[in-house]
């Protein structure tokens, strides 16, 4: 499964791990996922697909994080505190 170093001391987050910051910073900014899908320009499905642990590759990342009013290092820092509070 390949992981990213992401802003936080090179701390690697699996593809799982991203797939759930997804959801939850997507939840956070109050987005359904139809929503999100129609700001990113991508089919509903896709958006399932990536929460559901389907890889999702960094321009993935910076197309949703846009759609979401997020710069890519924004999307990480608040997906990794979301993260946090919901263990």
Known sequence: RPTWNIPRGGVPVSAGNLAMMLRLVREHK???????AERA???????????????????????????MGLAPIEFYKLGIQLLEKSS
């Not at 109050?30 to 999100?36: A, D, H, P, R």
């Not at 389907?54 to 846009?66: H, I, K």
């Open 30 to 36: 109050g987005l359904t996922q139809v929503q999100l």
């Open 41 to 67: 320009g991508v089919p509903q499905t896709h958006i399932s697909q990536f929460e559901r642990r389907s890889f999702l590759n960094e321009r993935s990342v910076e197309r949703l994080a846009a759609a």
